[in-house]
């Protein structure tokens, strides 16, 4: 079982964004409809069929959290696509139809802050870019540093444009590939925060490397960020137990497999979706022992309490665990 699909949307309007980047609106089916709301930081997921299976993609929602007449998305063609964002670019056209999950929202806003940063880095932008609509509905002064490879390389330039000629926030680009260009200076961008500022960072996995270095010394509660992938391997070390509170039954995890593979091979399976550690949809609590995490969901606070976990990567440091299964 994966996440299960909600609701179908169908695509109004597919627009040009960047240089491998494309959009697309999506509306309710049948069009009277209200989409299930959202807040900034959510996405969706995206389900497809494949010649080789079935397939859930995540994107995250960038158009005004307000709204509910329509979701937009913007998604990059990954060159190493399995299919997901290629079948974006090369098959979806306006009026084709998509099913989807509803929204869930692991990178949320905090909207107590007395300043936001946000920092993106290539389609990083986009779960940003509703957090940007949220603070500026909200009154909370910001500033967005953002990096691409090069100026045609950077998606949504007109709204980022517009929202800093209006005030109440500052955008600066920064072009890394382009002559005289360099990566942004994470450490020099977090000594200069202003006093409690919270700071956001999505983009490529040496951003969100050099970002969570850069803000080492920060209170966990002002640092925020999402992964797109994976950053380290699944725990497949097995050598523990799993006591299924629910289900009255144990299992044993055996080397070279994941907990989440154990559990689909007993047909008890959790809700599951990108089997990466990143989107959260596999998150089973805790009862009792020591989960060894691995995900990309949890805060540090989180992963501390031992209350939950992510089945699909993240393993046991105990021998025996017991789920809310
Ligand atoms: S399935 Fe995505 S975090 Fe586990």
């Known amino acids: 079982m994966t996440t299960a699909p909600t609701l179908q949307a ?77 079948h974006v670019h090369e098959v979806l056209r306006p009026g084709q139809v998509l099913t989807l999950s509803a929204p869930r929202n692991h990178f949320p806003l905090d909207e107590r802050a007395p300043f936001n940063v946000f920092i993106a880095g290539g389609i990083g932008i986009t779960p940003l870019l509703g957090m940007i609509e949220r603070s500026r509905a909200l009154g909370i002064p910001w500033r967005l540093h953002y990096s691409a490879r090069t100026r045609p390389h950077a998606a949504f330039l007109d709204r980022l444009a517009a929202w800093d000629r209006q005030g109440g926030g500052q955008v600066l680009l920064n072009f890394d590939c382009e002559p005289g260009g360099k990566m942004l200076d994470l450490r020099r961008l977090v000594a200069a925060l202003p006093d409690g500022a919270h700071v956001y960072c999505c983009g490529p996995r040496p951003m ?10 920060l209170p966990p509660g002002r640092v925020h960020r999402e992964y797109f992938a994976a950053k380290g391997s699944p725990a497949t070390g097995g050598g523990y137990s799993v006591a299924l509170a629910r289900s009255r039954r144990t299992l044993a995890v055996p080397e070279g497999k994941s907990l989440l593979d154990c559990l689909i091979e007993m047909q008890i399976e959790p809700p599951f979706s990108c089997r990466e550690g990143v989107c959260g949809t596999c998150e089973v609590r805790v009862l009792d022992g020591t989960p060894d995490h691995r995900d990309l969901v949890l805060s540090d606070a989180e992963r501390a309490a031992n209350d939950r976990m992510m089945v699909c990567c993240s393993g046991a440091r105990s021998p025996m665990l017991v789920l809310d299964l």
Do not use: K, M, W
């Not at 307000?66 to 913007?74: A, L, V």
């Not at 969100?208 to 010394?217: I, R």
């Open 10 to 86: 169908r695509i109004r309007a597919t627009t040009f964004e960047a240089a491998g980047v494309l959009g697309l609106e999506l509306v309710p089916l049948p069009p009277a409809r209200a989409l299930p709301a959202f807040a900034a930081g959510a996405h969706i997921d995206r389900h497809l069929t494949t010649p080789d299976g079935p397939l859930v993609r995540s994107y995250s929602l960038l158009n005004d959290p307000g709204e509910t007449h329509r979701y937009c998305i913007g998604v990059h063609r990954d060159p190493r696509s399995r299919g997901g964002s290629r």
């Open 208 to 217: 969100l490397e050099a970002f969570e270095q850069a803000t080492a010394g």
